[in-house]
């Protein structure tokens, strides 16, 4: 069972970035279609972005695009999520996840899940 570890969250003020970082226990990981997804208080967990397996496809939410930036290091066994220009609507527990499909976008689809890690923008 393939473990994911998410770090790299914590306070910001609005307009300010943070680098969220997920690592896996498998070097299969680099096989896997990686995305990130944000959970906040009250609301349903929802997809933010993905990247194909060999790391040269991406796709983002619209609330994000232009934003944050998803990126993987093979050698790292990691996948970063560069989050520039924040917001307090950005506000939530971010998770990173693994899936086969590039198309996937729903929190069913995916397979394996870290245990998340906050990111807080202050107003």
């Known amino acids: 069972q393939m473990q994911l570890v998410e770090s790299g969250g914590g306070l910001v003020q609005t307009g300010g970035s943070l680098r969220l970082s997920c690592a896996a226990s498998?070097?299969?990981?680099?096989?896997?279609?990686v995305a990130w997804f944000r959970q906040a208080p009250g609301k349903e967990r929802e997809w933010v972005t993905s990247i194909s397996w060999t790391g040269t496809t991406t796709y983002y939410s619209d609330s994000v695009k232009g934003r944050f930036t998803i990126s993987r290091d093979k050698a790292k066994n990691t996948v970063d999520l560069q989050m520039n220009s924040l917001k307090p609507e950005d506000t939530a527990v971010y998770y990173c996840a693994a899936t086969w499909d590039y198309r996937a976008r729903m929190k069913d689809e995916f397979h394996y899940w870290g245990q998340g890690t906050q990111v807080t923008v202050s107003s």
């Open positions: 498998e070097r299969t990981f680099g096989n896997w279609v």
